[in-house]
């Protein structure tokens, strides 16, 4: 699977944006997928993930509420709506692709990495 991320950009606290992750390979819909974000500084956080299928969705505490993971598997994409964006969420997104559900938040379970993209929220 390879993972092209997109959708970032510069926006004020309170706005919205919205990532997309397109994804080539035949395996999309059978894999669990996350996103994942890094500040400068600081470690890799998972942000939010969902299950093949899209039955099961998992977000970090900080998010809850503000982002919503989806996917389109007919169209081998991911997304993640961000919305009440705040500046403690700037960091570089990434999309992951894995194979196991109960790994959901370990980076290392994740076999495929998109490139990142970056979000910046200013004050």
Do not use: H
Request: glycine fraction near 12%; proline fraction near 2%; charge should be positive.
């Amino acid at each position: 699977v390879q993972l092209q991320a997109s959708g970032g950009g510069l926006v004020q606290a309170g706005d919205s944006l919205r990532l997309s992750c397109a994804a080539s390979g035949r395996t999309f819909s059978e894999s669990t997928m996350g996103w994942f974000r890094q500040a400068p500084g600081k470690e890799r956080q998972f942000v939010a993930g969902i299950s093949d299928g899209g039955s099961l969705t998992l977000y970090r505490d900080s998010v809850k509420g503000r982002f919503t993971i989806s996917r389109d598997d007919a169209q081998n994409t991911v997304y993640l709506q961000m919305n009440s964006l705040k500046p403690e969420d700037t960091a570089v997104y990434s999309c992951a692709a894995g194979d196991q559900w109960r790994l959901v938040k370990i980076a290392r379970a994740y076999r495929y990495w998109g490139q990142g993209t970056q979000v910046t929220v200013s004050s």
